[in-house]
């Protein structure tokens, strides 16, 4: 036969029949990658240096910062920086600019910055903006 029979299960195995071996072993191979966990990447998007830090009623601390590489988006990971080590790893609570909701701030512009659920920012720190990227594992051919 030429066609797989797709779909045919016996005693909970599928049969799938080839006549060409090549289309056997891709079956094989691609069936065998997905069992294979994905590569997670980090991808840096920016990062911003703390210029000051505000006590805001109702808010909390908000980091005043200058974006000095890069863009810092509102749905990133990020993690504070504190003289080369990382002293916190999570999300933003707010990104804020001139008062208002934004989604990114560019570089060479300020902006207000919420970690959600740390408040000991310092002067100096600098906050990291980044992105985890899930890459398919692929097997190699021999």
């Known amino acids: 036969r030429t066609a797989i029979q797709a779909g045919r299960l016996t005693g909970g195995v599928e049969i799938r029949l080839y006549n060409i071996i090549y289309n056997a072993v891709?079956?094989?191979?691609?069936?065998?990658?997905?069992?294979?966990?994905?590569t997670k990447i980090e991808k840096e998007l920016g990062r911003a240096e703390v210029r000051r830090v505000f006590n805001i009623t109702k808010t909390g601390i908000i980091a005043g910062c200058m974006v000095i590489q890069g863009v810092m988006k509102r749905?990133?990971?990020?993690?504070?920086?504190?003289?080369?080590?990382?002293?916190?790893?999570?999300?933003l609570s707010s990104l804020k600019r001139?008062?208002?909701?934004?989604?990114?701030?560019?570089?060479?512009?300020?902006c207000g910055i919420g970690l959600e659920g740390y408040?000991?920012?310092?002067?100096g720190d600098v906050i990291e903006s980044y992105e985890i990227e899930e890459v398919k594992t692929k097997l190699e051919d021999a």
């Open 26 to 38: 891709d079956d094989i191979k691609s069936a065998m990658e997905g069992l294979l966990p994905a």
């Open 75 to 91: 749905t990133s990971e990020a993690r504070l920086v504190r003289d080369g080590s990382v002293v916190w790893t999570g999300k």
């Open 98 to 110: 001139i008062k208002e909701d934004v989604r990114e701030a560019a570089e060479g512009y300020e």
């Open 119 to 123: 408040a000991d920012i310092k002067e």
